[in-house]
Each structure stands twice: as structure tokens, then as C-alpha cells.
């Protein structure tokens, strides 16, 4: 809704060419008055008068002949002035002037990106580098890649789900990228536990996104257009050990609930003397969701995956300009306003000043007779 308080700024910026007027015709009464001034004539009134019996001889002395009499009250020309222009002011602002107002910015928000990081005790092994070349841990080596993928995904929300032992909300839904990234960061290998309960983390991940789109819709259906695609994106290096919820059944929720789930295997457990990656079980998440699986060994290929999951999960966020059509009729009602009180203002305290102007002298008067 537009703001119609009044605004001085903005009337001082107006532009005669950028005025346009939706009901034109209305200009059509604007000679009314004087066409009523001209043709129609003045309003008479009839009063009570005394009638005396030497009328006659009254008129006979001053040699006078007996006519009807009127007396006409004249308007100075400021009265006249203010009459005028506010009946111009009246027709212009029914004529519904409007111009462009200043440009605002509309911004469509794209995905739902729900990232689940694993916290499990392997994910402390040091066999990936960073950007320097040091040995990291892949937990490390995760944060750094995250770091330059969030980067790019503006307009989309994301949220953070870490799992271990169990699965919980790190973060929830979020535009604010950099708290996101500051609660990445306070994460740490093992805080949810040693192990990986990949199926929970999946289940919960649809859960959040289930209440976030009933929030995000507050209640009600959403078209299509608003409705906001959901993408859940899994980094894990090792298999589900005990959910409650098996992986494959997860993802196939996850696919009749509309979320495609990209499942990412890092580091190579084979070398760590951990049970080797379920491969055929994470291709199995990713296809059963509409996702995709990738395989990360090194830091150069969990980027790679990432840049990937970014073309397969282009950006939609889209941002247009545009300048709201702003009426002008109520400046010009306001300003008839004004005008009518500072007229009676004027008229009244000049009435005051006549009054006082006549009363004075018969006082002064009166008083020297007393004395």
C-alpha cells in the first residue's frame, strides 16, 4: 500500500511532464462557476420593514421616488482569488492526477538449500589440504569449500542440519548468510556423536522443510509461482550406522515430498580402516530423490562437486525495478484545506480588528462625559 501521508520532499521533486491525469473529462466543469455567475442572478431575500403613515410625505420632501433597494456584499480579491483557485484545485484533484514515483526494488527468492554436514569421528581425519596447501581435516576442508559455495546462492535460504549420534537443527532457514556461515564455523568433529545416523538427518531435514513451507505459506495453498523448490544437500563420509529411519526410505519421502536430495561421499574410507562408503546405497539416495551422488577424495574434487550441485541448482533469485504509479489528488485537497483555514483565519481576525477599531473612540468618549 502507498504511502499517503504528505510529504514535502516529494511535491518539490514533481515534474509537470510526468504528470498524466486518469479522468480528463472532469476539466469539462471548470468554467461552471463562471458561466453560473454570469447567466444565473444574484439570490434576493425579502425582509420585514415599518411602514409608517408619513411615508409620502417623507419621499416628497427629499424629492425621491420609491424603488426596491438591495444591498450587495462585495468580496475583496484575496476572497475572490482563494474561491478561484480552490475550485481549480477541486477539478484537478477529481481529474486524479498521478505520476511515477521513485524506483523501488522487487526481489523473488529462489530455493530452500538445507545442507547436512556429518560430525562423526572420521571426519577428523587429516587427508585433505586447503587453499594453502596445509593438511586439514575434512571437517576443515568441508568449511572451506562451503565458504565460497554459499557465496553463491543468494536469494536462496539456507539451512544447516549436523548429524552424528543423532541429528539436529544447527540452523534453521535463513536469507543472513553470514550467520549461517558463523554457525558452520562453531561446529566441531564429534559433537553429535561418533557415529552416523544418515537416515535421521534425512528425515529431519524433511521435517524442517515441511514446517517452513507451512509457515512460509501461512497456512494457505501456494501457487505455483510462490511455491519454493526444496534441495537438501548431504556431506558424508561414511555409512548409516543404526537410524531409525533407513536412508532409502527417507529419500523416497523426500521425493513425494518434492525435495531432491545431492549426496556427497568424501574421503576415502578404505585408507582410514573405517567400513568402506555404502556407494551403491548413496547412489541409490540421490536417484531415488532426483538428485545426484558425488564422490569427493581430494579438496579439488569436493569443490568440483559443489560447483556442480550449483549448475544442476541454478541461481533464481531475480531482481526487478519498477516505479509505483503514485496519485496526487490528496496534496491538492490538503492544500484547498489550508487555504480555507488561513482565509478564515484572516477574514476573522480582520473583523476583530474593525470591532475594536469602532468600539474604541465611544468609549473614550464616554468616559470623558463621566468625568
Not at 123 to 146: C, H, I, P, W, Y
Amino acid at each position: 500500500m502507498l504511502d499517503s501521508s504528505f510529504d514535502l520532499s516529494f511535491l518539490l521533486n514533481l515534474s509537470l511532464s510526468n504528470i498524466q491525469f486518469e479522468h480528463l473529462l472532469w476539466f469539462i466543469i471548470l468554467p461552471l462557476p463562471f458561466v453560473v455567475y454570469f447567466i444565473v442572478p444574484a439570490y434576493r431575500t425579502k425582509q420585514t420593514a415599518i411602514k409608517v403613515p408619513f411615508f409620502k410625505i417623507l419621499v416628497e420632501a427629499m424629492g425621491e421616488t420609491p424603488r426596491e433597494g438591495a444591498s450587495e456584499l462585495t468580496p475583496s480579491w484575496w476572497q475572490r482569488a482563494t474561491l478561484v483557485l480552490s475550485w481549480v484545485l477541486v477539478v484537478t484533484a477529481l481529474a486524479k492526477p498521478t505520476m511515477l514515483g521513485e524506483p523501488q526494488v522487487r526481489e523473488k527468492l529462489g530455493r530452500d538449500v538445507m545442507v547436512l554436514v556429518d560430525l562423526s569421528g572420521s571426519m577428523a581425519e587429516q587427508d585433505f589440504t586447503n587453499q594453502a596447501g596445509d593438511k586439514v581435516s575434512r571437517l576443515d576442508a568441508a568449511k572451506e569449500v562451503l565458504e565460497e559455495f554459499v557465496k553463491t546462492r543468494k536469494g536462496d535460504r539456507l539451512g544447516l542440519i549436523l548429524f552424528g549420534d543423532a541429528a539436529f537443527v544447527q540452523t534453521p532457514f535463513t536469507d543472513d548468510q553470514e550467520v549461517w556461515l558463523d554457525l558452520l564455523n562453531q561446529t566441531d568433529v564429534a559433537m553429535a556423536g561418533q557415529s552416523t545416523h544418515l537416515g535421521d538427518a534425512m528425515g529431519l531435514a524433511i521435517k524442517v522443510f515441511e514446517q517452513s513451507h507451512s509457515q512460509y505459506g501461512q497456512g494457505e495453498e501456494l501457487n505455483e509461482s510462490e511455491q519454493r523448490e526444496k534441495v537438501a544437500i548431504v556431506l558424508t563420509d561414511g555409512n548409516d550406522t543404526g537410524s531409525f529411519v533407513e536412508p532409502i526410505d527417507a529419500a523416497k519421502v523426500a521425493k513425494a515430498k518434492g525435495v531432491r536430495i545431492h549426496v556427497i561421499a568424501m574421503g576415502d574410507p578404505q585408507t582410514v580402516g573405517e567400513v568402506a562408503l555404502d556407494t551403491e546405497t548413496i547412489n541409490r539416495i540421490a536417484s531415488e530423490s532426483g538428485g545426484n551422488a558425488f564422490e569427493a577424495l581430494d579438496r579439488e574434487s569436493l569443490q568440483q562437486a559443489y560447483k556442480q550441485i550449483g549448475e544442476l541448482e541454478p541461481q533464481l533469485f531475480e531482481s526487478t525495478t519498477y516505479r509505483p504509479e503514485v496519485t496526487l489528488h490528496h496534496y491538492l485537497l490538503a492544500l484547498v484545506v489550508v487555504m480555507y483555514l488561513s482565509a478564515f483565519t484572516v477574514a476573522t481576525f480582520r473583523r476583530r480588528s474593525k470591532r475594536i477599531a469602532s468600539e474604541g473612540p465611544a468609549s473614550i468618549q464616554f468616559g470623558e462625559k463621566d468625568v
